[in-house]
């Protein structure tokens, strides 16, 4: 059985910064490319960034440059560095598989406000 403890969001201005942390308790985590989700009020969910288990990241267009995605094996955690936010990244942000996640692993997220 997986869980998911997602932390770190809050309410910033814009130009603020948030780390993002995802502690994933399955063993599977370590050989696995998994990734930050984000769904914004009213839209879809979509995926921001991937890192997979060589540590390879891919990036939303939108974020790149901005968000630094990582991970930590030892500890079975992932983490998202947002800097210079901005009001679009508001959203409840999610971690998951990539590029099939899960439903099992849908969790209620972290909310990411960044309002002024």
């Known amino acids: 059985q997986v869980q998911l403890v997602e932390s770190g969001g809050g309410l910033v201005q814009p130009g603020g910064s948030l780390r993002l942390s995802c502690v994933v308790s399955?063993?599977?985590?370590?050989?696995?490319?998994w990734g930050w989700y984000r769904q914004p009020p009213g839209e879809q969910r979509e995926l921001v960034a991937s890192?997979?288990?060589?540590?390879?990241?891919t990036y939303k267009d939108s974020v790149r440059g901005r968000f630094t995605i990582s991970r930590d094996n030892a500890k079975n955690t992932m983490y998202l560095q947002m800097h210079s936010l901005k009001p679009e990244d508001t959203a409840v942000y999610y971690c998951?598989?990539?590029?099939?996640?899960?439903?099992?692993?849908w969790g209620q997220g972290t909310q990411v406000t960044v309002s002024s």
């Open positions: 998951n598989r990539v590029p099939l996640p899960s439903a099992f692993l």
């Open positions: 399955t063993n599977i985590f370590r050989i696995s490319t």
């Open positions: 890192i997979s288990g060589g540590n390879a990241p």
